[in-house]
């Protein structure tokens, strides 16, 4: 599938701009030129040789914060993500086979969290457990978990019905048998689709809460809080919110882009791809049956 989606100009768009964000993360606190939270008499500078996108109210050098709260955005994020992918994905499969009580208890599991507001909740969470972005991300991506719980639960009823995954079971595969061997392989990809799309989810939320100052002790810098920051000094610095803006802009842009080029490649309309590809490179078919011997 990767492959697949390297051919895409899509594809390759959205994991460049991806594996930069991570390299941010990986390598921001030790790229950043400055002390993020060392604090100056030069305060709501302009752009210099010294401070590349100038100081915030607290005379902070902002192109270091801004590296350096890279890392908690992206982490914060996937925690999102891939809690949601844990809490909802194995669920959904599971829910096709093992009866009619877990699959009622879990729907209406996954229908309660829907209209749980994952803002308010997850305010009153990190009221009970302490202001941190571990519990905050937690919780988030458990309120998320019921579109991984849908997707997953969808795609394994049309593979449930398929004649050979019935053959499977009545000649008494087991269950976990039947998931990895043939349910795994073609849930993966929608899986795969939500998974990318709950990533640009993820920064929307980890900004938005970072924004209102939840999850984060101050003076810790993210993207959120520093959008947060300078909205309050647009008079002297109007061009300050860009910045993190764009980040989370782009970032969130390039999450769903991958999402679109893996949902183009995978299922019918990837098969389609793949056999034009072969085509075009002379390559033939391994499915197509070779006929020999001459005209008639």
Do not use: C
């Amino acid at each position: 599938m990767v492959r697949r989606v390297l051919t895409l100009t899509s594809g390759r768009i959205a994991l460049a701009i991806l594996t930069a964000v991570a390299l941010l993360a990986l390598l921001g606190p030790w790229l950043a030129p400055q002390d993020p939270l060392a604090t100056s008499d030069d305060t709501l500078a302009v752009t210099s040789w010294a401070h590349w996108l100038g100081t915030d109210y607290l005379g902070r050098d902002v192109l270091s914060r801004l590296l350096d709260g890279s890392r908690v955005s992206v982490l914060g994020s996937l925690e999102v993500a891939f809690t949601a992918l844990a809490v909802g994905a194995v669920p959904g499969i599971l829910s096709v086979y093992l009866g009619r009580v877990f699959e009622w208890l879990t729907l209406r599991l996954a229908d309660t969290l829907v209209a749980l507001p994952f803002l308010l909740f997850a305010v009153a969470v990190i009221a009970l457990l302490g202001n941190g972005i571990t519990q905050a991300m937690l919780v988030t991506g458990v309120l998320v978990s019921p579109l991984f719980y849908r997707v997953s639960r969808a795609a394994t009823l049309a593979v449930a019905r398929s004649p050979y995954v019935e053959a499977a079971i009545v000649s008494g595969a087991s269950v976990g048998w039947v998931v990895r061997r043939h349910v795994w392989v073609k849930v993966l990809p929608p899986i795969a689709v939500a998974l990318a799309q709950t990533i640009g989810v993820g920064f929307v939320i980890v900004s938005s809460l970072t924004f209102l100052g939840i999850g984060v002790q101050p003076p810790a810098p993210t993207w959120g809080g520093l959008l947060a920051s300078d909205l309050g000094y647009l008079g002297q610095r109007p061009w300050a919110p860009l910045a993190p803006a764009l980040l989370i802009m782009v970032t969130v842009w390039a999450s769903n882009l991958l999402a679109d080029a893996i949902r183009d490649v995978s299922g019918e309309a990837g098969r389609a791809f793949a056999l034009a590809g072969r085509a075009r490179v002379g390559r033939p078919d391994r499915n197509r049956p070779v006929h020999s011997g001459g005209t008639r």
